[in-house]
């Protein structure tokens, strides 16, 4: 369900529902990368990306990024992102943040001179926290998922 949308990312809320019957099949064989073997045997469920991905489905939330500031750090425009609002923001944890009035996703570098937003690609400078910014700490990103 879309929630909020910004010019840098847009919120959506998680589904997770009790119904066990929901969810893609998950079959837990185990992908070769290499030559294929027979799976004669195999366990075959249904898996929730929600139920796997959500510890705190209250606090959770997934943003759509846009933009290219992060990409070294594996976040391209368009995936999206798990976000859980309950965890503790730390020194070079990926954070979804309110600064000046627009979402932006940085990883937090935290120094004695202060705070740091930094970006994870070099065409992007890092951005320092003042007293004279509006900031919040939205949330941190615990999960990606991307098209392939």
């Not at 019957?21 to 998950?26: D, E, H, V, Y």
Request: charged share 25%; proline share 4%.
């Amino acid at each position: 369900m879309l929630v909020k949308q910004t010019s840098n990312l847009t919120f959506f809320t998680p589904d997770i529902s009790e119904d066990t019957s929901s969810g893609a099949l998950f079959v837990d064989v185990g992908i070769s990368a290499g030559f294929p073997s027979p799976a004669d045997d195999f366990k075959e469920e249904r898996l929730s990306l929600d139920s796997m991905l959500v510890k705190n489905k209250l606090a959770t939330f997934y943003a759509r990024v846009s933009g290219q500031s992060m990409i070294d750090a594996g976040l391209d425009d368009n995936d999206l992102l798990v976000i859980d609002r309950s965890l503790e923001p730390e020194h070079n944890r990926i954070a979804v943040c309110f600064l000046d009035g627009e979402f932006t996703v940085k990883r937090l570098r935290v120094e004695k001179d202060g705070v740091w937003l930094q970006p994870e690609n070099a065409n992007y400078q890092p951005i320092k926290v003042t007293e004279e910014n509006e900031f919040v700490i939205w949330g941190i990103v615990t999960n990606v998922i991307k098209k392939v």
